[in-house]
């Protein structure tokens, strides 16, 4: 249930406010040099200064304590571990039985019987993702794609050359954003992706809606092209590679790749803890009480988000291709 | 590649013009008795006689050949089989190199080297579906919760009393459409959905991505409300039993159940044939040339396709019920 | 739960007296030729009339109604079926209360709670391994290995140009044996087996014991000799391929392949039906009665098994070499 | 591959001359009291200073760094770290080119085409041993079983209570041993073990054959009784829990727990490492070559081994007793 993938696996462990987060990176082929600057530029995109982000620093110093001999991978699996420093953990008490909005308290502690640690959202804490992102980075370096990822809509602001702007604005409302965040990835061969479960969009989805805040995936023209008729939908065929003159179908074809770039947009919910007063049930009271969150947190975070979400992906991907890669040997 | 699930799990054989289509479903309790007409009125909710649909008859007769006993099901896996009847295989020679435009034609060849059946879509085609229809049906009659699939948007239309006159001008037409299907379920306890990858969210969205023509799933508010603020997202707990007054998340937070109505969205893309000429690379003239579909298809196959989704979601969601009882007897 | 593997997986569905047994095969590769000759030998060699062996008819007609289209796999999963014909169902009463020693009645029904089938053995039949040797045999047409598998020891009869006689004075004596089998495998390449629970020891002892009847595996040298010493027991290596002077480890070195012939033995417990009276707990009278079992079955339902163990471990290492084609190309 | 288990699953990482190793636990319980003292016991019985061990002293200091909050487990995967001290690689580069007979140096190079960390047995090490005994006693104290193991036979020594003497003349000769380990659970209730592939005995068997040096596994009565008639194997039951009279099927009917105790012997092969001169092929000069191992090492290893084998057991019966609990409610 913390682990991911067939060939290329990832398991992740981690709580907001323990000693250590981390993550085991099973299946990576033997003799890739492990590119750490790679690694550091992604998780400085996770954790950036800019407006609408919070600025509690997260220190994301990593270790990989195994897997790796002399810069290059062994063929073993790595274990990558980042300590939690300065966590606060006073502020938390609260929430044990007030339950915050949009948050996981309440399901938490349904689930596993008031025994979760609640502090600082605990199994779900954004925090996870930094190991995540380290994992897909390393992913990334053992595939012959490229990857882009960016913001297409930040609340409802689609002109991100105002984005400071609007978000300075929420961020004196009191309030927090989501939206809706692009991926391009291009290289891939015809044929990742196994059907019928297995499919490239049934497996790069499953680790999307894996990530915090993620309520929805499309592959292609997604809803908002919904009314489109066949005429206008299918993808022309021009060549024998099976380059298409449109790309509705985002690269996928019967859920498998057709060779043209996969293009994804991920939904991307706003913001749970906002600075306004809110409303929620207290079980101490047994009734609905006042809320107000205390700390410093992003107004949007999804100005973080790009990254995890590339980087997931390439983690499914990594997956696919060395699946594809065990039939291409065609001699026994 | 072709099993989907962790306790309960189902592994999908067939291809369009082979002797017969099937499905294993592993993991079914002892001792429920299977309801055959449910099973039946699902199947002919799948292939119904409404305008927009082909008229081509399926005969969906499935047997079931083993795991069930005096009527009940024995705790060992269910086989069950149609075979494949009616299927006029000599129409598809010419796919072999001329392409059709939205169809997994050119990515099968590919993929398997050209030993695939590419007769009728093969491994790809929308018949696999009615296996799934059962063996989800089945996983509904082992489940405590209701569950509701209804059409939200055909095309540009979203009126769906004036839908059979829509789809009758998109036949005349040549053209076809898809659309937006939504999904509700209830009675969901909290708690239901593993992180960190084996979130609800992740889960059954996995399976609905495996529904051919499936470009995009959301849960809760989805896309269209990308630009709300957290103020306005944020679904205000107000009782013990963690109901919401808003329903924003679609009734999953943090990836797990939270006891509140499960709602999904999801978008289908348009009928791949059409009637209309098309353009498509053609290997034998190593040119783009005309294409003209023969046969009867369907204008608008969404109108199949809700009890589709309906019942895949019941497979991921009775995976995810095992495993969540696997947890709940506290003694050890 | 009834599917084993990981790129190579086999679903085995059926019970003794229901409609049909079979089993999925997922992840052939494109392209195989099957050869039914073949398939057809194994069959006969599970299903023999020596001396020893039931005189009962197992008709093993087998169906490959998907996955292959002009005599070659298509790259979909393969579905199987053999009906079950002449099935004499009403001799099986008894078994719901008085149940036989080393048989799985008693489990079955506690496990089930009851709504098992529990006719000729139902899941727990041996007759399951009838799909299971075409699944093997179908492995063994895509690997390049060759396989041997024979008798050892058959009860107390270690000279088997007698075991005719031998087993003729057990069938006399009402009684039944059991025995050792040794399997032998050639031209596996150094490296197939995957640290840490993934050996190739792990994954083809997983699947023997999967196999009714049996209690014991070993690889080289096995119990017998666990008195050797390190100086007596460690294989020298004489060449850059590895070769060894002597074969204690049976070609398996830290649970990977290591070039040598693979060497294993099977310890199979006695055919559980006898013809002798036993005596057995009976829950209508709450008390031990005595039993007689009707039927003719086998006296060394060994002799079946060999073909069995031989085709099982197939599976297992096909599996395992396409993980480990997965890892051969290098380029990225 | 580095992961064992469906519902309860480990993942184990770590090269025995890297920082770490380590183990993530996924699937414990929420609310279990973590005792350290049996954890620390248990390591210590894998660390003796028996003779015929080696006086080489390993730390075992172990952190729990996620997981575990104000005592008990969250319901979080629990991640447990061992850091690698004192160790010496110098000793080790000879290894790259003269492969030692009886471990795996000359497979881990060609699998992993020379990038493999060869230190001390890197990946292969006994060492990995150490966090699945600490997974297993977690997995004992969630379990109501009782679990007991011993050794049967060391070289050719039976009589255990000679077993130093025999040790110190081995030890002086420069030699090694393996031998047999005996293992014996009680409290399982009857159904534990899933047909087919994922019955008791292979699951058990699949995690025992993923420790170093063991080369076989039996249930019951083994390889020794082979020769036993079906009059004798057969166990008759005596009551309705399910009591037999003997217990040669070792507590499996069918695969599957039947109320008896479990009872497992499995052979370990002796100490590859000893003082002896043996000869080996050596890269460099083409040509076998003497080979003079240094460092003092086990003599017998299988003093250390029995709680290695009964904790891993252990692992193997939380999985399958989680997939048992799925079951067992029900009322849907």
Known sequence: ???????????????SHQPAIGVVIDGVPPGIAINHDKIKADLYNRN????????????DLYAITSGVFNGKTTGSPLHVMIE???TKSKDYEALKTHYRPGHSDFVA???????????????????????????????????????????????DCRDLNHLDDYLTKKQEEGDSVGGVVS???????????????????????????????????????????????????????????GTTKTNHSGGVS????????????????PTSS??????????????????NIKGRHDTAHIRRIPIVLENVTSI??????????AYQLNEK
């Open 1 to 15: 249930m913390n682990s991911f993938g067939t060939l290329f696996k990832v398991t992740l462990y981690g709580e």
């Open 48 to 59: 950036p200064r800019d407006i609408g982000t919070t600025p509690r620093k997260e220190a």
């Open 84 to 86: 939690n420093t300065n």
């Open 109 to 155: 502690k349904k689930k596993y019987q008031g025994f979760h640690d609640y502090r600082g959202g605990g199994r779900f804490s954004g925090r996870l993702t930094a190991p995540l992102v380290i994992a897909g980075q390393i992913a990334k370096q053992c595939l012959p794609f490229t990857f882009h990822s960016k913001l297409k809509q930040v609340g």
């Open 183 to 241: 991926l391009r990835v291009e290289g891939l061969p015809v044929g990742l992706g196994e059907p019928m479960f297995e499919k490239l969009t049934s497996h790069v989805a499953k680790i999307l809606f894996s990530v915090p805040s993620v309520k929805g995936v499309e592959f292609g023209s997604g809803f908002e092209k919904a009314h489109l008729k066949g005429s206008e939908f299918n993808d022309t065929i021009i060549d024998e590679i």
């Open 254 to 269: 019967g859920g498998v790749s057709n060779g043209n770039p996969l293009m994804i947009q991920v939904m991307v919910k």
């Open 274 to 291: 906002i600075a306004k007063t809110q409303h929620t049930y207290d079980e101490q009271t047994s009734d609905v009480q006042t809320l």
């Open 316 to 325: 499914a991907l990594l997956d696919l291709f060395l699946q594809y890669k």
